[in-house]
């Protein structure tokens, strides 16, 4: 893009101050140049006149001038307009639009003037403008974080500042503005690029009289809630859909955050809402479905105190969680309870908050099929700058870490033909990764009577992570009958849920055994492309030392001694570090030889049954049952090298198994009674049961490390994993 140089502008200005002056034309010449005559009146767009007269001169030379007289700056693209060309022209108080006009009509040039600026561009491209402005409520208070987005292009947008200020780039024409807030009237307006707009929003006021499912399912109108609530409807988690639904609540809801975790597809995300009210506690809010506080805990979620370690150093990797589970079609809404009054009911649980979820059910009427099908591709946003001047010295053929040796343009011919080393930055970091995908298909029926509805669906989710060969797939049923009996005065609901998913090779964080951690450190000289596809060849490794004792006397001084020249044999790890090096691993032969899967079975149900005795009062019970089975395994392969430098000479195998089981039962005594217009009083009165038991299973095969002694060198295993 062509703008103008401090210098010129400076000079503009110098112009416009002796023109505010009356200073004569004559003396104004003698400052820039006798060989030019020119006049400027008026300052606005509309009533700028130029009298310019020059010959053979350059293209550039005429916009320099116009840029003096004028005080507008031009702004193109090198491709747009040939700035060497000399023309000639000859300007008498000719208008501005005249004079543009004039300049670039033979030249398949058009323009555009905004906020003294001349945008020049082909015609038929349109240019880029900025609009500007102020959002602020009807008392003219600034709005911070209102959007402002195009209405047909909702990618491009921007939100307002502290100020409530905006700037928005906008290339499409005939572009509408939709500015939004929540608790807002939205506003649909036409963008003014000539000046800064002004937008005033008003209060939503209808929104007052919502129904909001409050603690316990309980409704209430929004107006009459003495604390915060907001609600998100579906199609605000379903518009992009993540194989973790809940990552697409993010930015939806004051206060509300989320932070999708590091392990790729089918990882569980963290959820705050309104910040952390515990340093070492679970800060969480609690999870409501249907009325019925949910297990959301998360399979290998970090503690407080061992969660920094975890995360940092001993590749940990975090599971799935309940909420995630749940089938995005299948929520009619979300609603969220802020405050402590909010979700006093629940007690102690939803100090964090409560994340309340209402799904559908089935509707009256002929049977309907909602067929929904999403499809999502997603690359790295932002990578780290890495340097491409210097790489890792090498000795005796041997590539050494880090890079800090001699330059890369510096390594020798020599140098550069040892197998895993390049003359060139080899190491594209960006190569690591895949096209993530995300597919997303589900299928719903729904129908019914007025006094029995029926409600079914079924969806798929498929994921492939950007980390080779992360995959991710889950099916969920649903099932919900709704009945209604004796003038609707009883109603019965009924739902069963079942959920299968799979996930495989999921990434652990920190910095071991995670293929990140040695994809970035590796030197930048580092022939990367050869470890990928040389990451494994035959080779022989020395075992770990094994203590013997030929005679076990169960005494002190009983005759011992490590063999420590064992030889192993097999497949091997090929990396330009090895043994000796804690955690140096090839990257590639990570996410290949460190193998994972896991299985999730979960099946939940849902029996309310609910009495309306008079228009006073009403009695609810609940019951919901809930389990699930985890089971998976992890392979690792021979040759992986441990956080101490040592390898995992003959690899290992870990097997686990766990199951969870979760009852919930409730029943409830409401009262609802409408005094007069003002005055509404109603109270609760029930108690709820909670019963959680379950159990876990592991196996781990650790080869001979496992064994605390052998008492013949002949008996020592030499298979691998």
């Known amino acids: 893009m062509r703008s103008r140089g401090l210098v010129k502008s400076f000079k503009a200005m110098i112009v416009s101050f002796i023109d505010r002056l009356s200073v ?4 104004m010449v003698a400052v820039f140049c006798a060989l030019t005559h020119w ?3 008026g300052v606005a767009q509309e009533k700028v006149k130029l009298t310019l007269g020059m010959k053979n001169v350059t293209m550039e030379t005429v916009i320099d001038r116009i840029e003096q007289l004028t005080g507008y700056a031009f702004l193109f693209q090198g491709d747009v307009l040939d700035v060497s060309e000399k023309i000639s022209v000859d300007w008498n108080e000719t208008a501005l639009n005249e004079v543009l006009n004039n300049l670039v009509e033979e030249r398949n040039v058009k323009f555009v003037i905004a906020n003294k600026q001349i945008i020049l561009s082909k015609k038929g491209v349109q240019p880029k403008r ?13 709005i911070v974080g209102a959007t402002v987005v195009i209405k047909d292009n909702l990618s491009v947008g921007t939100i307002t ?21 929540i608790g807002m009237k939205q506003q649909i307006i036409e963008p003014d690029f000539s000046e800064s707009m002004e937008i005033v929003l008003e209060n939503d006021n209808t929104k007052l009289d919502e129904v909001v499912v409050t603690a316990m399912g ?32 993010q930015g939806k809801a004051a206060g509300l955050v989320i932070t999708p975790n590091a392990g790729g597809a089918g990882s569980a995300s963290k959820i705050l809402l309104r910040g952390n009210s515990s340093i070492e506690g679970n800060n969480s809010p609690l999870i409501v479905v249907d009325g019925i506080p949910m297990n959301n805990s998360v399979e290998g979620q970090f503690d407080a105190k061992s969660g920094g370690y975890n995360m940092a150093y001993a590749a940990a990797s975090e599971g799935s969680d309940a909420l995630s589970n749940i089938n995005p079609d299948d929520i009619a809404s979300i609603t969220l309870l802020k405050g402590a009054n909010a979700a006093a009911l629940y007690g102690s649980a939803a100090a964090n908050g409560v994340i309340i979820v209402k799904t559908k059910q089935g509707r009256e009427g002929a049977i309907r099929v909602d067929v929904s099908s999403s499809t999502m591709f997603e690359t790295p946003l932002v990578l780290p700058q890495l340097q491409d001047h210097f790489g890792g010295a090498i000795i005796d053929g041997q590539l050494s870490g880090r890079s800090w040796g001699k330059k890369i343009s510096d390594q020798t011919p020599g140098e ?4 895993g080393v390049a003359g060139y930055s080899g190491n594209d970091i960006s190569k690591f990764f895949d096209v993530g995908s995300n597919f997303t298909n589900s299928v719903a029926l729904s129908g019914g009577s007025e006094k029995v509805q029926s409600y079914f669906s079924f969806a798929n989710t498929t994921a492939n992570g950007m980390v080779p060969n992360n995959k991710f797939q889950r099916n ?61 060849a035959e080779g022989e490794w020395m075992a770990n030392p094994i203590k013997i004792i030929p005679k076990y006397t169960g005494g002190i001084g009983r005759p011992e001694y490590w063999k420590t020249d064992l030889a192993l044999s097999g497949p091997k790890q090929v990396w330009f570090q090895g043994r000796g090096v804690p955690a140096a691993n090839n990257p590639y032969w990570l996410t290949d030889r460190l193998a994972g899967e896991e299985v999730l079975n979960r099946i939940y149900g849902t029996l309310a049954l609910s009495y309306r005795i008079n228009e006073m009062f009403n009695v609810q019970s609940r019951v919901n049952y ?42 409830l005594l409401n009262y609802h009674q409408i005094l007069n217009e003002d005055l509404t009083a109603s109270a609760t009165l029930g108690g709820s049961l909670n019963k959680s038991d379950g159990n876990s299973f592991w196996m781990r095969n650790y080869g001979a490390s496992s064994v605390p002694y052998y008492d013949n060198e002949d008996n020592l295993p030499t298979t691998i994993n």
């Open 39 to 41: 006049s400027v009146a």
């Open 416 to 419: 550069n033909v040892i197998d």
């Open 130 to 142: 900025t609009v500007q402005g102020v959002v602020t409520d009807a008392k003219g208070e600034p």
């Open 24 to 27: 004569s034309r004559i003396m």
């Open 218 to 249: 309980i409704e209430r109108k929004a107006k009459s809630l003495t604390y915060a609530t907001q609600t998100i409807s579906n199609k605000d988690i379903t518009r992009a859909k993540d194989a973790n639904f809940i990552n697409a609540l």
């Open 161 to 181: 500042d502290f100020n409530g200020r905006f700037n928005l780039v906008i290339e499409e024409e005939n572009a509408q503005l939709m500015v939004s807030f």
């Open 626 to 667: 809930d389990r699930s089975e985890t089971s998976g395994d992890t392979k690792r392969y021979a040759t992986l090298v441990d956080p101490t430098g040592q390898y995992i000479d003959r690899g290992d195998y870990t097997w686990y198994n766990k199951n969870r089981n979760e009852l919930f039962a409730d029943i």
């Open 476 to 536: 969920s049923f649903t099932a919900r009958q709704t009945y209604k009996f004796l003038n609707d005065d009883i109603k019965l609901d009924v739902s069963a849920n079942f959920i299968n998913q799979k996930t495989n090779n999921r990434i652990g964080g920190g910095t071991v055994y995670n293929p990140l951690y040695n994809l970035y450190l590796a030197p930048r000289n580092i022939d990367m492309d050869y470890y990928k596809n040389n990451y494994e």
